[in-house]
């Protein structure tokens, strides 16, 4: 443990040295948090917001709960019976996504997170009539219809978390959100591969294709953000595997705009709701390794509403930089158990730990200050009305409609 710890400190250290740091507990793990809350208070010094903790002020949009995957610890997916039963559309339309999106911009928020299951047309046919009947041929050309409704009513800027994408699907996209994402989970195979494992059954988890979307979304210079699941069986060495593989296609590209490290949540209607919660300790320890790894310049993000109030600040001290999308209005439907804390509580929150909750937009300061090289031109005005243009972070505004693409 010293020699890792060392190594964390002064070097990079390598993949046994990094188990031995995600296993660290007690005195070890608050020597782990020291180093890593170094790394990221000398990060955010360098860029000029010494102390700032970000957050997006965001509408969480459910565009359709439909998946071809069956993902263990999946609370979200659903089928088209239930949703029959319930009375419920096999996506929302247009109308209700605009109803959420013009109520958060009374709000003051800024992001529209479009949240879907993977190309449910390629399981359910129910799915691919609803687009059909729609003048739509696949659920990623929905999608971009309501992303490019939600520009032009609300001004609302979209970041689009539909799943596995091919280059080709990505750039058709890239038009009509300067941000996207979609979390790496994990790289073991095993966890795909093997009958009973959470990403069984579930062709969008294979570790392969998810690196190859990462790749692909790096070659379309589109700002990525994407992020390891925490507590979902796999070992201490495919943790640290995930990581590296983070850090590796960031080094490639530049563009991953921020890394979330979120911790399993056990739900009652899955699979694994009698797998035990991510322990703490190993999630804190994931968290600071992660910084560490990822190094003083990456946006660690860890959810505040996965955890208690007093561990936020745990997730502080262990060198996180940004909350996430946070929501005055809806629920992370991901997550709908756990609802958010109150953004003046959440300020606090902060503040207790000597920091200052700084609202952004979804896309990360140095992609809007870059501009066009990151953000298509079509959305310059859209992210100008709602960026403040000395920061790259969010203006106090309310935001409202404009035609898209605001420059051809
Ligand atoms: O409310 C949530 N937001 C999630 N977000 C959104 C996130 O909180 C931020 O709004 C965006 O990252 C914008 O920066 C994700 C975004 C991604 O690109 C990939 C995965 C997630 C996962 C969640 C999630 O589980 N719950
Ligand atoms: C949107 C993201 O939410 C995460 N996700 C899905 N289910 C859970 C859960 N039970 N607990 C925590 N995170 C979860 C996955 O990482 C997915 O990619
Ligand atoms: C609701 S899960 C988030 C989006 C996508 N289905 C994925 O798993 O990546
Ligand atoms: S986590 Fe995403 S891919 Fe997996 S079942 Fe849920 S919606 Fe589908």
Redesign the pocket.
């Known amino acids: 443990m010293e020699n890792a710890l060392s190594a964390a400190a002064n070097a990079e250290p390598d993949i046994r040295q990094l188990v031995t740091l995600l296993g660290a507990t007690g005195d070890d793990l608050v020597a782990l948090q020291r180093i890593a809350s170094t790394v990221r208070d000398a990060g955010l010094s360098a860029v000029g917001r010494p102390r700032q903790i970000t957050y ?1 002020r ?1 509408v ?1 949009i459910p565009l359709t709960r439909l998946c071809r995957d069956r993902c263990h610890y999946c609370t979200f997916v659903t089928v088209p019976g239930k949703l029959t039963r319930d009375g419920q559309g096999m996506y929302l339309e247009i109308d209700e996504v605009l109803e959420i999106a013009r109520k958060g911009a009374s709000l003051g928020c800024k ?1 529209a ?1 479009f ?1 879907l299951g993977d190309r449910p047309e390629a399981r359910w046919s129910q799915a691919g009539e609803w687009l059909a009947a729609r003048g739509y041929n696949s659920t990623l050309e929905y999608v971009r219809a309501a992303a490019v409704a939600v520009l032009e009513e609300t001004g609302l800027l979209p ?3 539909p799943g596995v994408m091919s280059a080709e699907e990505m750039a058709e996209l890239r038009p009509v959100a300067p ?5 790496l989970e994990t790289t073991s195979r095993r966890l795909f591969t093997e009958k009973g494992q959470p990403h069984y059954g579930s062709p969008d988890k294979d570790p392969t294709v998810r690196l190859q979307v990462l790749n692909d979304a790096g070659a379309e210079r589109i700002p ?4 390891i699941l925490v507590g979902i069986g796999e070992s201490l060495t495919e943790r640290a595997e995930s990581i590296l593989a983070l850090r590796d296609v960031h080094r490639r590209h530049g563009h991953i ?2 890394v ?1 490290v ?1 911790n399993f949540r056990a739900k009652p209607d899955t699979a694994m709701r009698g797998t035990p919660d991510a322990e703490m300790s190993e999630f804190l320890a994931a968290v600071a390794v992660a910084r560490i790894v990822l190094g003083p310049h990456m946006r660690v ?1 860890a ?1 505040p ?1 996965l955890v208690s109030g007093e561990e936020c600040a745990a997730l502080i001290a262990s060198g996180i930089d ?1 909350w ?4 005055p209005l809806t629920p ?4 709908p158990e756990r609802p958010w804390p109150n953004l003046d509580v959440l300020a606090e929150i902060t503040a207790a730990s000597g920091y200052v909750l700084t609202e ?1 937009i ?3 300061p140095p992609y809007v200050l870059a501009g066009s090289e990151w953000i298509d031109p079509s959305l310059a005005a859209h992210v100008g009305a709602v960026a403040d243009p000395a920061t790259g972070l969010a203006a106090e505004v309310i935001p409202h409609g404009r035609p898209w693409p605001a420059v051809a």
Not at 179 to 183: K, N, V, Y
Not at 224 to 227: A, D, L, P, S
Not at 324 to 327: A, R
Not at 332 to 335: F, I, L, S
């Open positions: 997006s965001k969480f992001e997170l949240t970041h689009l978390n941000s996207m994402g979609m979390m990525f953000t994407t992020g705009q921020e979330i979120q993000q959810p509403n940004d996430g999308g946070v929501s992370d439907h991901v997550n952004r979804t896309a990360q």
